[in-house]
């Protein structure tokens, strides 16, 4: 059976952040807990992301949001011995990496990670669910992004952050980007293509 790891972003996902409704809808799921929400060093952010999937008995689906994309991308590529046991990276909203940087956010940095994530290659199946106005990913850099990582985008529309602060709502929808916890654990190549298609509302 397939188990679902939530990965928020910065501040965690409230209680009525659409992660939080998804966590709540699902048999199989947990979170990536981080010591300090505010405070995003994305190494700390990759040890407490490993530590989780590393426990996790299961198959995994991803579902991650914002800063928590770049915690997920970030961890895969620097433990590839993980990718096995990932069917499915469902990234929503992610931030752009030229706001971070090795001592959290890029103004407090010497640094971005804007280089950094131009070089790394996901090794998983994956979906990138994107905004027309999210103000912590143009849509320009997202499809810049998008390139970058091989994956055709998939426009929410306007709908900013894909977050409460945006007004974004419960998001049902996102199971359909999902594979089902009652899908059986061997999943077929012809399966897996299926988290490229476009689903429109």
């Known amino acids: 059976m397939i188990h679902t790891l939530i990965v928020p972003g910065v501040g965690g996902s409230e209680y009525n952040h659409w992660q939080t409704c998804l966590q709540h809808r699902l048999m199989r799921c947990s979170r990536v807990q981080q010591k300090d929400w ?17 426990a996790i008995p299961a198959e995994v689906q991803i579902v991650a949001h914002s800063f928590g994309c770049l915690t997920s991308i970030a961890a895969l590529a ?22 971070f940087g090795e001592n959290g956010f890029s103004r407090d940095s010497q640094t971005d990670y804007s280089t950094y ?20 990913l143009s849509f320009e ?22 977050n409460v ?6 998001f ?9 916890e009652n899908t059986m654990p061997h999943i077929s190549k012809v399966d897996e293509s299926k988290c490229y298609f476009k689903f429109a509302f």
């Open 172 to 180: 049902p929808e996102i199971e359909h980007y999902l594979i089902s």
């Open 38 to 54: 505010n405070h995003p060093v994305l190494d700390i952010w990759v040890a407490e992301f490993v530590k989780t999937l590393q």
């Open 141 to 162: 850099d997202a499809h810049i992004l998008a390139q970058t990582w091989k994956i055709k985008p998939i426009n929410l529309g306007a709908v900013g952050h894909v």
């Open 78 to 99: 620097q433990h590839p011995e993980l990718n096995a046991k990932v069917k499915n990276l469902l990234l929503v909203a992610p931030a752009n990496p030229a706001r």
């Open 117 to 136: 994530f131009q070089q790394l290659k996901l090794q998983v199946p994956t979906t990138l669910l994107i905004s027309e106005n999210d103000p912590w």
């Open 165 to 170: 602060a945006s007004g974004f709502g419960p």
